[in-house]
C-alpha cells in the first residue's frame, strides 16, 4: 500500500471504526468497487472474500428480495451467456441490443452442452447434458467450480424410458444452496423416481426417498421462498403440483385446476401458472399463487397479438413483466424466440418486443449480482 492510502485509511479510521466501515459502508458498494478493495490489505481481503460479508452485501441489495422488481435478466443464446438491463425511467426508443452486454466465459466442458438449470442469489446453476457434472458460476465475480456428478445420474441398465429433470435453489434456514435431480424411470411394468440432492456446504450428495406414487416431472424446478416446484403428471390424477421443502427435504404433491398447456414461473416473490404457451387464439390468465390458493389473476387480452409465450419472467417496478415468446412468419412456422415486456397499467394492455433472437433453445432468468462464492471458496476457478 503506498504511503498516502495509509495516510488516508488512518484519516478514516480516526473517524469511523472498522465494523462501521465495513458494515454500513462496504456493504451498500458496487460489486465492481468490492473486487478493488479487496488489496487495500490482507484484512479486508479476507473480510470481503468472506460468506458472512456476502451475505451482507446481498441483503442490502434493492433487488434481492423474491418480491423486488426485476432489472437485470441472465439470458443463454446460442451456447452464449448475456446480461440484459432494464430501467422503467430510461426512454429508449432504439436498440434494446445496446442494454445486452455478452459474458466472456470458459467453462472448459468441449463440446458438452450445458444447460441452464436454475439462478439463485447471483449464483447460477448449469448441468451438463453428458449428466457427468454441474456447474456452479458467479457471473459478477467470474469464479466457478465444477461438480462430478460421481455416477449418480446413471440409468438403471434394465430401465425401458428414464427421463431427468432437476432444480438449484437457496435454504435461507440452513445456509445452503442444494441441487435436486429427479430420475423418473419406467422398467417394464414398473414406474418409480429417483432422488438424488447436492448439498454445496456439505460438498456431498445424497439419495434421498420421493415418498409417493411415481410421477413424470414435467419441467425445471421452479424456486419460491426455500422451496422448489414442478408441474408433474400420473395417468391417475392427471397434472398435479410437486414441491420440495429445500430446508427439511421432504415432497409434497398439490392438487390443483391445471391445463395441458399451462406453465410455472415467479413473479413478484410468488409461483404462477400461466396457459399462454399454445396459439393465442383468446384471453388468457396469469395467475399468482401461494400453492393451492390463487392470490391474484391478470387476464391477458387476445389483443396483445403474442403467438406464443414460453416464460414470464417478474415485475418491473412499474408493473411492467417480462415474457419470451415467439413469432410466426406467413407459413406459421416460429422462427424467432423473442424477449418482451407487457405493460398492464395502461388500457388495453400493450406488449413491446425488446430482443429477438434465432436460437430455438434460448432461456432467460432473473439476475441479482451477488459476492455469494460458488464454492469451495477455497478452490477458487476464473471464468
Known amino acids: ?83 440484459f438491463s432494464y430501467d422503467d425511467d430510461d426512454q429508449i426508443s432504439g436498440n434494446f441490443e445496446d442494454n445486452l452486454v455478452k459474458l466472456d466465459v470458459d467453462f472448459g466442458v468441449g463440446k458438452d452442452h450445458l444447460i441452464l438449470t436454475g439462478c439463485c442469489n447471483g449464483l447460477v446453476c448449469l448441468t451438463s447434458a453428458s449428466n457427468e457434472y454441474l456447474i456452479i458460476w458467479n457471473p459478477a465475480t467470474r469464479k466457478l467450480h465444477k461438480y462430478p456428478s460421481h455416477g449418480y445420474f446413471k440409468c438403471p441398465d434394465e430401465a425401458n424410458h428414464v ?46 426417498e420421493f415418498g409417493h406414487d411415481p410421477l413424470f416431472i414435467l419441467n425445471l424446478g421452479v424456486f419460491v421462498s426455500d422451496k422448489l416446484y414442478w408441474k408433474a403428471y400420473s395417468k391417475q390424477a392427471g397434472y398435479l ?62 389483443g396483445l397479438k403474442l403467438d406464443m409465450v414460453s416464460q414470464m419472467i417478474g415485475f418491473t417496478k412499474t408493473d411492467k413483466f417480462f415474457v419470451t415468446g415467439s413469432l410466426s412468419d406467413e407459413t406459421g412456422d416460429f422462427p424467432c424466440r423473442t424477449l418482451g415486456i407487457v405493460d398492464t397499467c395502461t388500457e388495453p394492455m400493450q406488449y413491446r418486443m425488446l430482443l429477438c433472437f434465432n436460437d430455438e433453445l434460448i432461456k432467460i432468468v432473473r439476475y441479482v449480482p451477488s459476492l455469494v462464492s460458488p464454492f469451495p471458496i477455497d478452490k477458487p476457478s476464473e471464468a
Open 163 to 208: 427421463s431427468i429433470t432437476c432444480g438449484f435453489g437457496y435454504a435461507s434456514s440452513v445456509d445452503d444452496y442444494k441441487f435436486v435431480g429427479i430420475l423418473s424411470v419406467v422398467q417394464g411394468s414398473t414406474r418409480s423416481n429417483i432422488v438424488h440432492v447436492f448439498s454445496m456446504r456439505e460438498n456431498r450428495w445424497r439419495n434421498i
Open 1 to 83: 500500500m503506498s504511503k498516502m492510502s495509509e495516510i488516508k485509511k488512518k484519516q478514516l479510521h480516526s473517524y469511523l471504526s472498522d465494523d462501521l466501515i465495513i458494515q454500513e459502508i462496504l456493504t451498500r458498494l458496487p460489486i465492481k468497487s468490492i473486487l478493488r478493495f479487496k488489496s487495500v490489505s490482507k484484512q479486508w481481503y479476507s473480510t470481503l472474500s468472506s460468506s458472512d460479508f456476502a451475505n451482507a452485501h446481498l441483503m442490502k441489495s434493492p433487488f434481492s428480495h423474491p418480491s423486488a422488481p426485476v432489472n437485470t435478466l441472465l439470458i443463454e443464446n446460442d451456447k452464449n451467456y448475456n446480461i
Open 241 to 302: 403440483l410437486v414441491s420440495f421443502d429445500l430446508a427439511v427435504e421432504r415432497f409434497d404433491i398439490i392438487n390443483m385446476d391445471w391445463d395441458k398447456s399451462d406453465f410455472l414461473g415467479v413473479m413478484r416473490g410468488c409461483l404462477s401458472k400461466c396457459n399462454y404457451s399454445e396459439t393465442f387464439t383468446g384471453d388468457k390468465l396469469l395467475h399468482l399463487m401461494e400453492p393451492p390458493v390463487i392470490v391474484k389473476s391478470i387476464t391477458l387480452p387476445k
